[in-house]
C-alpha cells in the first residue's frame, strides 16, 4: 500500500500522469513551420507528431499543416492559424464523445469524423466572434 | 474603382449587410473578414453548419455558400476566386482521408474467404500514407455470454493485428480496440447468431 501511494506521488511531481495520456491524433504533413504545444511544451511539428486533448497548433507564414485525429476527423491549417482541441473524448464503447476545438486566428479546411455522426450536438469551433456546430460536413475557416 | 468605393461605403453604412441580391456574396468578400464557408463532401453530399455568434444564428445547408461567423448575415454564395484566396493553403494541406474496412468471421477468429482477399487491400492503402496510425476494433454478435464475447472480440482483433503485421503492413501507431456485443452493426436481441456482427472493423488514418 505504502508504495503503492510513493509511485501515485512521484508520478504525480514528475508529471508523467500528462505524458501517459495516449495522443488523440498525429500530424500528417507539413509545409514551411508549425508547432505542436501541449500543457506549455512547444515542439516542433514534423509528419507523425502526437496531439494530445489541450494540444494547440499554430503555423507560421506560408506555413501549412495537416492532422488526423482519431475518429477520422481530418483538420489542415493554413498559414499563421492558432488551432487548439481544448476537449476531446471518443469512446465509443461508453458512448462518451466530444470534440471541442478553438481556432483564433488563419484559415482552416475540417472534415468532420466519426464524432459529428454519432452525436452531431457534441462538436463545436469555437471563433473570436461566434461558434460552429457540425452536422456531418466539410467546411472552412477564416478568422481574422 | 468608383464602384469598389460605393460598395466599400455601402458595406460601413449597413454594417455588411447588402440587399441587392445580384451582389450578395460580395457582402463576404468585401466586408466579413471572419467567415464560414460549407464545401461539399467527398461522397458528393453536404452536411450543415450552424452558426451561434454575438449578432445572431445561421445556418449554412448549400455547399459553397458562406455567412460570417458573428451570425450578422444570412448564407450568400462564396466565389470560386475568393475561396482559393483565402484557404487554398488550408485546403492542399488536407491530409488523405481515412478509409475504414469490415472484416468479418465464419467461426470465432476464422475469416470469411471474401474478407481474407481484403487483406491485400489493407496493406496497400497503409503503405503510401504518411504517420499511418490504425485502429483494429474487435466486435461480436449476441451469441453467448458477455465474457465470453469480450474475450473473442479481442482474440479477433488480436489476430487481425497479428495478420497485418505478418504482411508487413506499414504503420507508425497501431491500437486494439475491442467493444464485443456492445456495438452492434445490426441490432439484435441477446443470443442471437447475425454474421454481420462478427466483425473486425480496420481504420487507416
Not at chain 1, 488551432?83 to 464523445?97: G, H, L, Q, R, S
Not at chain 1, 486566428?105 to 469524423?113: D, E, H, I, M, R
Request: charged fraction near 20%; aromatic fraction near 6%.
Amino acid at each position: 500500500m505504502f508504495r503503492v501511494i510513493l509511485i501515485c506521488s512521484m508520478l504525480l511531481t514528475t508529471g508523467v500522469w500528462a505524458g501517459e495520456l495516449p495522443p488523440i491524433g498525429y500530424v500528417k504533413n507539413i509545409t514551411g513551420e508549425a508547432t505542436v504545444t501541449t500543457k506549455g511544451d512547444i515542439i516542433r511539428a514534423k509528419v507523425s507528431t502526437p496531439v494530445y486533448q489541450s494540444s494547440v497548433l499554430n503555423t507560421r507564414a506560408q506555413s501549412s499543416m495537416g492532422i488526423i485525429l482519431k475518429d477520422a476527423t481530418v483538420i489542415s491549417l493554413g498559414p499563421e492559424t492558432e488551432f487548439a482541441i481544448d476537449e476531446y473524448a471518443y469512446v465509443p464503447a461508453k458512448n462518451k464523445f466530444k470534440l471541442g476545438s478553438r481556432i483564433t486566428k488563419g484559415s482552416l479546411n475540417y472534415v468532420s469524423g466519426i464524432i459529428a455522426k454519432l452525436q452531431p450536438d457534441a462538436v463545436t469551433v469555437t471563433t473570436p466572434s461566434g461558434t460552429i456546430g457540425v452536422r456531418g460536413t466539410k467546411f472552412v475557416v477564416k478568422v481574422e | 474603382m468608383r464602384f469598389s468605393t460605393q460598395i466599400l461605403f455601402s458595406c460601413k453604412a449597413l454594417g455588411c449587410r447588402i440587399f441587392i441580391a445580384g451582389v450578395a456574396y460580395l457582402m463576404i468578400a468585401g466586408c466579413a473578414s471572419s467567415y464560414v464557408v460549407l464545401l461539399e463532401n467527398q461522397d458528393g453530399t453536404t452536411g450543415k453548419v450552424i452558426i451561434k455568434g454575438q449578432k445572431g444564428e445561421q445556418v449554412l445547408s448549400i455547399a459553397n455558400q458562406g455567412a460570417p461567423l458573428d451570425g450578422s448575415a444570412p448564407a450568400a454564395p462564396v466565389s470560386k476566386d475568393k475561396l482559393n484566396k483565402d484557404f487554398s493553403a488550408a485546403i492542399a494541406a488536407q491530409p488523405r482521408l481515412p478509409v475504414s474496412y469490415l472484416l468479418y468471421f465464419r467461426k470465432d477468429v476464422l475469416l470469411t474467404r471474401e474478407s481474407e482477399a481484403l487483406i491485400p487491400k489493407i496493406i496497400a492503402e497503409a503503405a503510401d500514407r504518411q504517420a499511418v496510425d490504425i485502429s483494429v476494433i474487435g466486435h461480436t454478435d449476441t451469441m453467448s455470454t458477455i465474457k465470453l464475447n469480450e474475450r473473442l472480440s479481442q482474440q479477433r482483433a488480436a489476430k487481425i493485428i497479428a495478420l497485418l503485421k505478418k504482411k508487413g503492413i506499414n504503420f507508425h501507431a497501431i491500437t486494439l480496440e475491442s467493444h464485443s456485443e456492445r456495438n452492434l452493426l445490426i441490432l439484435t436481441p441477446d443470443n442471437t447468431y447475425e454474421p454481420r456482427n462478427r466483425r473486425v472493423e480496420v481504420l487507416i488514418r
